[in-house]
């Protein structure tokens, strides 16, 4: 249980608060760079800020602030230009900075004059990184994105998924520090969603690969980039991977989950202090002997979290977990929660936050913010085997977490993992190793 301030200071975005001072220190991947070629501007909330986003006729990325500095429109209707952002009802023009660069009519009447140079609006720095846009709004000198192991794959198929969430990005997180709920949330409430489903579109799954063993013991270790989830389920030991290897959460909002094949990391984007962007980069590997063209464009989709029925969608395992998230309220009332020995891995990243929180105010860097570009080459995670991942039936096909892919990225996609068909004997080796 906590203090109203100090679930208030773990869970606030804005700036000069606290966790938006921390949160600031990190860049955050917030669009897919396809959603620019669909439309070159386009509204964004981060971090509590109305922003938008566009991208001008140089190719040059902007992200700034979304009302215009002159009477306050919305910049998201805005004109992309040859160099900055037009304001279509007087014509001032904003670059990337968020510098006044054109005020057209002050130009025609006091050619000589300074007046835009007075006027600036806030506008951060952009990066496209494995298809996303990844902006920074703290302190310059911006750090580096880090670059995790799998984002220098090569030989394999991504997409990314981005569902918004009705509620604080800390809910998101701390569920990746509380591995119990897989038996259950997943295992038991989710199964009987997916069966009844099944049933309702006239067949009967085969749920039996899926369902988790239960856990007889859970562990966790700080480590320099996290946290190392660790578990004892029925039928292992601490001779396993599950407990011996492990499996990371990284500071202070990202999941990372995957065997030998697929992985994905899942990003807790704080739009706001009851709103996140939950944003997912998969990646789907071809096996050795497998050579896939080179993917030109990293395909997006938004993921729908309600149903025709206006329900939360809860067959599908990702959105089981947005189903506990976005039920929790919007900022979960963490001074009425009774914890119990399953939540001594959110007790921990609590600590952790309240840590590195410290660190930030006293002008330190925290925990992840790397600046070596010779430490950010790719960045090797511990990634655990999990005993159900050994089975080639979960190897080979391809189960949808997240609703609103299209038929033919499921396709590609299943055609990747096909690759394997004839190599599950050697993933499966692998994965004891
Ligand atoms: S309101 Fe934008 S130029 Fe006037
Ligand atoms: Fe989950």
């Known amino acids: 249980m906590l203090s109203a301030q100090d679930n208030e200071r773990l869970t606030q975005v804005g700036p000069g608060t606290p966790g938006g001072e921390l949160m600031r220190r990190y860049w955050h991947p917030f669009a897919a760079a396809t959603e620019l070629d669909e439309r070159p501007t386009k509204p ?3 971090l509590g800020e109305d922003l938008v986003l566009y991208r001008d006729k140089s190719g040059t990325v902007g992200l ?10 919305d910049l998201s209707y805005g004109i992309p230009e040859e160099h900055g952002l037009r304001c279509m009802y007087h014509g001032w023009m904003m670059d990337e900075t968020g510098q006044c660069i054109e005020q057209p009519f002050e130009e025609t009447v006091h050619p000589d004059g300074r007046f835009k140079e007075k006027v600036k609006v806030a506008g951060y720095p952009v990066q496209e990184m494995a298809g996303m846009l990844w902006a920074y709004m703290g302190p310059a000198p911006a750090p ?21 969430l009705p509620c604080n990005w800390l809910q998101c997180q701390e569920n990746s520090h509380d591995p119990v709920h897989l038996e ?3 295992g038991y409430w989710g199964v009987v969603q997916q069966r009844e489903k099944a049933i309702a579109l006239g067949g009967e799954p085969d ?3 899926i369902i988790p063993r239960n856990h007889k013991e859970i562990g966790f270790t700080e480590f320099e980039h996290g946290i190392i989830k660790r578990r004892v389920v029925e039928g292992t030991s601490k001779e396993d991977h599950d407990w011996k290897v492990g499996h990371p959460a990284l500071f202070p909002n990202i999941l990372f989950v995957g065997d030998g094949v697929k992985c994905n990391f899942q990003y807790r984007t704080p739009i706001d202090d009851t709103t996140t962007l939950h944003v997912t980069w998969f990646f789907y590997k071809a096996a050795p002997g497998t050579t896939l063209p080179k993917q030109e464009k990293i395909p997006h989709f938004i993921v729908p979290i309600y149903d025709e029925s206006g329900k939360l969608i809860p067959d599908l395992v990702n959105h089981q977990d947005f189903v506990a998230w976005i039920t929790q309220g919007p900022n979960a009332d963490r001074v009425q929660e009774k914890l119990g020995e399953s939540d001594r891995g959110i007790i921990l990243l609590r600590k952790q936050l309240a840590e590195q929180m410290k660190i930030v105010e006293d002008g330190g860097d925290p925990m992840n913010v790397i600046r070596d570009p010779g430490k950010n080459n790719s960045i090797e995670l511990p990634l655990e085997r999990w005993p159900s991942l050994q089975e080639v039936s979960r190897i080979a096909v391809y189960f949808t977490a997240q609703a609103g892919e299209t038929e ?6 299943q055609g990747v ?16 190793s």
Do not use: Q
Not at 151 to 159: I, L, V
């Open 44 to 46: 964004v909330r981060l």
């Open 64 to 73: 700034i602030e979304r009302f215009c500095p002159h009477r306050r429109v």
């Open 144 to 164: 580096l994105i880090p670059m995790w192991e799998p984002y220098t794959y090569e030989n394999g198929y991504s997409d990314i998924g981005i569902a918004e």
């Open 184 to 186: 259950w949330l997943h």
């Open 207 to 209: 749920l039996s690969p």
């Open 408 to 413: 033919e990225v499921k396709s590609d996609i």
């Open 417 to 432: 993992l096909d690759t394997w068909a004839s190599h599950a004997d050697e993933v499966v080796a692998s994965n004891r």
